[in-house]
């Protein structure tokens, strides 16, 4: 993460790589679709919660002029994170045993973020006019839209009721580069699927915006149900 430069200098901030499960304080995750013959529209929800992180200042923005510093002994951060994904899809493979829609869309990603620092010290800036002083906080919101492409289906496996789901999408807009990929081993039941799986969100922004080489990733468990 890295803050806009004010007056006194501002942080650029890394985040990990850390136990976050042990720090997520809230999490809500929701899909549904609808379909007519080939036809589909598709949506994604996601909201997380992360509170305390481990993080360290590793660098000072003074408007433009950078100090790397090491002067870090305890920085905390929180985050909360929601995304939402809307696309529609058409089928153009479809058989008994594997099916493949190529979908078109857009996903939201907005995050609002805190920082808590602490330094053995000051940062003073190139000039020796400015100082970065030893504790405080920061906070910042960003709201990124991106149009994405993608596909996703599923293949049986054999002629059994299991199949493995998966989805992959490639996006930019307000990012550089955005992308998210799914695979995961389901059970189809009448009332419809329980799946295993394991997810990867990515994204960045170019030069020194906010949101820099964003990852989130880790299994899920979950359910759908027909109607």
């Not at 992959?168 to 998210?180: A, F, K, P, V, Y």
């Amino acid at each position: 993460m890295k803050y806009t430069p004010s007056g006194n200098g501002s942080p650029e901030v890394g985040v990990g790589p850390n136990d976050y499960l042990q720090n997520l304080s809230a999490v809500l995750m929701l899909a549904g679709e609808a379909r007519s013959g080939k036809w589909s529209i598709v949506t994604d929800f996601i909201y997380l919660r992360f509170g305390s992180e481990e993080s360290k200042v590793r660098n000072v923005n003074f408007g433009g002029s950078v100090v790397s510093t090491n002067l870090d002994v305890n920085t905390k951060s929180s985050l909360d994170g929601l995304a939402w994904m809307l696309a529609s899809g058409y089928t153009v493979v479809q058989t008994p045993s594997a099916t493949l829609d190529v979908l078109g869309g857009f996903r939201y990603l907005g995050i609002e973020a805190r920082t808590d620092w602490q330094l053995t010290g000051t940062v003073t800036g190139p000039g020796g006019g400015q100082t970065f002083p030893a504790s405080g906080s920061i906070s910042k919101r960003t709201d990124l839209w991106d149009a994405i492409i993608g596909v996703r289906g599923r293949v049986r496996l054999g002629d059994s009721h299991w199949f493995v789901p998966y989805y992959l999408d490639l996006g930019t807009g307000s990012s550089s580069i955005t992308w998210q990929g799914l695979l995961g081993i389901s059970y189809a039941f009448g009332w419809g699927d329980a799946s295993l799986g394991y997810r990867h969100l990515y994204y960045d922004q170019s030069g020194d915006k906010f949101v820099q080489n964003f990852r989130f990733s880790g299994p899920s468990l979950g359910a759908s149900f027909r109607f």
